[in-house]
């Protein structure tokens, strides 16, 4: 969503700031802050966020979030390394992946192994758990993510107007929003919603067949 959004910092019982220039280069005094004990960043490759990193080190403890994938590409094998050996990896104490792949594509980008931690992404087992088998299931598929070219979304309901006919019973559902809304094609079987809260958004996944993640 666009930022700032309304009501966050009442929710989160703390002031926030919202850096909307990605190219500004700000340090803590900027933005009204002192360096945190602890800085999580992600988005290394927006210099806003790479710069208040450079002026928190030796102040906090500097945390990389990253979910790369280890894809074993040229890029990936040749040009990245370089990159964030000699502009990236010096900044951060440590750096936090979500399992063995982004691991590995840590490890190859020059972070110490033992700084490495996996387990980034998480959800709460007390709302997102097993639903009824999957044969009594409505007949539908679900995507969950942005409208962004990135997760083929278009392309998503473009295949599934293919091979989907009228009298097949299955139906499309799209969770998300993003610049592609407007794109995406008109169908009866299938209906777009917006972003959903966790508790419905488990309740959908728990109704649905089948999960699809096109990217």
């Not at 850096?19 to 360096?35: A, K, Q, T």
């Not at 040749?78 to 990896?89: K, Q, T, V």
């Not at 299931?137 to 107007?161: T, W």
């Amino acid at each position: 969503p666009s930022v700032p959004i309304e009501g966050m910092d009442r929710t989160l019982g703390s002031r926030l700031v919202w850096l909307d220039d990605p190219v500004c280069r700000p340090c803590w005094s900027d933005i009204g802050h002192e360096p945190p004990d602890i800085l999580f960043s992600g988005g290394y490759f927006v210099p806003a966020f790479r710069a208040l990193v450079r002026d928190a080190r030796g102040t906090s403890n500097t945390v990389l979030m990253a979910d790369n994938n280890w894809t074993g590409s040229f890029r990936q094998r040749f040009l990245d390394p370089l990159r964030h050996r000699l502009l990236i990896a010096s900044g951060f104490d440590a750096v936090w992946v979500p399992g063995r792949s982004g691991r590995n594509w840590a490890d190859r980008m020059g972070y110490a192994k033992e700084r490495i931690f996996e387990g980034l992404y998480g959800c709460d087992p007390a709302i997102f758990h097993g639903g009824s088998r999957l044969g009594s299931r409505r007949a539908e598929f679900l995507f969950v993510g942005q409208f962004i070219e990135r997760k083929q979304v278009v392309q998503l309901a473009e295949a599934f107007i293919r091979a989907a006919g009228p009298d097949s019973g299955w139906t499309l559902r799209l969770c998300g929003s993003g610049e592609l809304l407007d794109s995406l094609p008109r169908h009866p079987s299938i209906t777009v919603s917006g972003f959903l809260q966790p508790p419905v958004l488990a309740e959908a996944l728990r109704d649905s067949r089948c999960l699809v993640l096109p990217s």
